[in-house]
Antibody, heavy 118, light 107 residues
Framework: QVQLQESGPGLVKPSETLSLTCTVS????????WSWIRQPPGKELEWIGY???????NYNPSLKSRVTISVDTSKSQLSLKLNSVIAADTAVYYC????????????WGKGTTVTVSS | DIQMTQSPSTLSASVGDRVTITCRAS??????LAWYQQKPGKAPKLLIY???SLESGVPSRFSGSGSGTEFILTISSLQPDDFATYYC?????????FGQGTKLEIK
């Protein structure tokens, strides 16, 4: 059964780059669409963007200028980079899998908390 | 962006109750709607996709209905494990958007 595990620094300084990794185990990273979603404390979920192993990407316009999502198939890892972070980027970050282009997300990681603070 | 609005924001109910949660989209999303359950400190869990299809392994007391702009999640007989926050999500178009959540509390 496929499992996802997010990892990365729990604390990032304002204006720096947030970098997270999602390791996929128990299944192939190919043929799926991989998303990052975040949830600020006490708030709703926000979709950040997705990456397909073919190289196709789609980002939330609200974050598009600061976000890069990529996949390393050799390591079965999905990565997220968010530039120029501010306090409002403080959130739990989740990676999740979808089976198709316009699709729900059927497998989620447990999430990792990132705090933006000096 | 398509705005998703859930009601109520909080719902108090007892074990055995039948409860419904409504999700409205700001424009038609056909049946491209999913429902998730989230417990404190945990990742969301997929319950329903394509508005009414039950995800494998999800108890049959959960059901979904609706199309276009109005959708309903029904729990036919609440169990202790069901007290959580529920989110709807549209995947009709990018960016995907979620409702603000409905917290289901024990009365």
């Amino acid at each position: 059964q496929v499992q996802l595990q997010e990892s990365g620094p729990g604390l990032v300084k304002p204006s720096e780059t947030l970098s997270l990794t999602c390791t996929v185990s128990g299944g192939s990273i190919s043929s799926y669409y991989w998303s990052w979603i975040r949830q600020p404390p006490g708030k709703e979920l926000e979709w950040i963007g997705y990456f397909h192993y073919s190289g196709s990407t789609n980002y939330n316009p609200s974050l598009k200028s600061r976000v890069t999502i990529s996949v390393d198939t050799s390591k079965s890892q999905l990565s997220l980079k968010l530039n120029s972070v501010i306090a409002a980027d403080t959130a739990v970050y989740y990676c999740a899998r979808a089976n198709c282009y316009y699709c729900y997300m059927d497998v989620w990681g447990k999430g990792t908390t990132v705090t933006v603070s000096s | 962006d398509i705005q998703m609005t859930q009601s109520p924001s909080t719902l108090s109910a007892s074990v055995g109750d039948r409860v419904t949660i409504t999700c409205r989209a700001s424009q038609s999303i056909s049946s491209w709607l999913a429902w998730y359950q989230q417990k404190p400190g945990k990742a969301p869990k997929l319950l329903i996709y394509k508005a009414s299809s039950l995800e494998s392994g999800v108890p049959s007391r959960f059901s979904g209905s609706g199309s276009g702009t109005e959708f309903i999640l029904t729990i036919s007989s609440l169990q202790p494990d069901d007290f959580a926050t529920y989110y709807c999500q549209q995947y009709n178009s990018f960016p995907y958007t979620f409702g603000q959540g409905t917290k289901l509390e024990i009365k």
